[in-house]
């Protein structure tokens, strides 16, 4: 299982035809259906259902259901206990027999678990070994940012690569030293951090060499890329990974596709200008915890032209964020969606440079604070926003300038977000 899954990522060429992709999901959901199924108490009895006509999940409701649902019979507070433990003590050894449990924060706040057996660790070890690994013959030193250590990713500990956990909870000044010292070969972090030791090491604060750079589980916006590109002087791919599983990762060619092997990925699509989505998972690969009909909030702006690598796996421009990243103005015919991008393009153009900006919409306004900017910055806003709005044939919004910058939030450092529901989805 994890030596094909290695070849297949290392030297494979993906799949050739759409039609590849559904014979491949049709054989994973019967295999799926007839063994993994029957295991989980909450889905023993729909094996025989549609896909569609199972029950539509979210977090809230995966949650909910927990002890129901996972295969392996673990109990939700018993796993939610371990994994708090194990966050306050930072010690992430702890199983429950060899499943492995992590925590993740939601995105309301909300925290979820998710379970990972060898099997399906070895899995994702292998596929990211096949796909990124610089040079298998040398010895690679790994330095993997993460909010939490988990058993998922040590599982990658061996012989031919040293492995290093930074503790983005932990003091960021004592990572530069280590950091520095280990000289990684493969660095793995979200892409904040990523553009954050850009900036050090463009500072030379920092000196680094590393042959691959992966951004994981956050958006890696372009100027982030761009920024980490000049540091470095590679190119960052990009493994685009909830807890809820990998849903797409960057190509030899450097264009992100859907994990198509691992997964259906069903769309809602919530723009029908631009086809942007919000997914909805079945993963194949998850046998400890079923993921099925399950939507994220993410949006994803879907790309129809086929890469030139040949995999018929559906590509993707970019992740534009989560669903309250993308603003609504209103236009006469509904709502128009007005990507967090194109915001950033309108910033970027401005002839006065900015020390920072946030941009929220509450309602029918935008709420904008611009640090460090004279007055002028703020009519040529206005006039790039509305020359925006023109081009898109929407209403500008009305504009509410600040000060400074507003009181962060989680410790969530979101540019560009809509805030409270604001009934201003798209319409019709
Ligand atoms: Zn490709």
């Known amino acids: 299982m994890s030596l094909t899954a290695f070849l297949q990522s290392r030297y494979g060429s993906g799949f050739a035809t759409r039609g590849a992709v559904e014979a491949h999901h049709n054989a994973a959901f019967r295999r799926f259906r007839a063994n993994v199924m029957p295991r989980s108490p909450f889905y023993r009895d729909m094996a025989a259902l549609p896909l569609e006509q199972l029950p539509r999940v979210d977090k809230a409701m995966l949650m909910q259901n927990f002890s129901a649902i996972n295969t392996s019979g673990i109990d939700r507070d018993e796993a939610m206990q371990i994994a708090l433990k194990a966050e306050t003590s930072r010690d992430f050894s702890p199983l429950i027999g060899d499943v492995s449990v992590g925590l993740s924060t939601g995105t309301s706040g909300q925290r979820g678990l998710f379970l990972a057996t060898p099997g399906e660790r070895r899995l994702w070890a292998a596929t990211m070994l096949g796909r990124y690994w610089p040079e298998l013959w040398r010895r690679q030193r790994v330095a993997f940012f993460m909010r939490a250590d988990n058993a998922l990713y040590r599982s990658m500990s061996n012989a031919v690569v040293r492995f290093e956990f930074f503790d983005l909870m932990a003091s960021f000044d004592d990572h530069l030293d280590r950091l520095d010292a280990l000289k990684p070969s493969v660095l793995i972090a979200p892409a904040q951090v990523l553009a954050v030791l850009a900036r050090h090491q463009i500072e030379k604060w920092i000196s ?42 960057t190509c030899r060619h450097g264009n992100l596709h859907l994990n198509e092997r691992w997964l259906r990925i069903d769309r809602d699509v919530i723009d029908a200008e631009t086809g942007a989505f919000c997914p909805i998972i079945h993963d194949f690969t998850r046998e400890s915890l079923p993921i099925l009909n399950y939507r994220l909030n993410d949006v994803l702006i879907p790309q129809a032209e086929r890469c030139p690598c040949g995999c018929a796996s559906q590509r993707i421009a970019r992740i534009e964020g989560r669903e309250d990243d993308v603003l609504w103005w209103r236009a006469p015919t509904g709502n128009r969606m007005i990507t967090s991008e194109a915001i950033r393009t309108t910033f970027a153009c401005l002839p006065q440079s900015l020390s920072d900006y946030r941009v929220i919409q509450r309602g029918g306004s935008l709420h904008i604070w611009l640090d460090g900017a004279e007055k002028e910055a703020e009519t040529a806003l206005e006039r790039g926003l509305g020359l925006l709005a023109a081009s898109m044939g929407c209403r500008l919004p009305i504009l509410v300038f600040h000060k400074g910058l507003p009181p962060e939030e989680n410790g969530k450092r979101r540019r560009i977000r809509v805030e409270s529901d604001l009934g201003l989805k798209q319409v019709g």
Do not use: K
């Open 208 to 249: 680094l060499s590393p042959r691959r750079i992966i951004s994981v589980a956050e958006t890696l916006s372009p100027d982030e890329a761009a920024l980490i590109e000049r540091a470095f002087g590679i190119r960052v791919d990009q493994v685009y990974q909830a807890t809820e599983g990998v849903l797409a990762m």
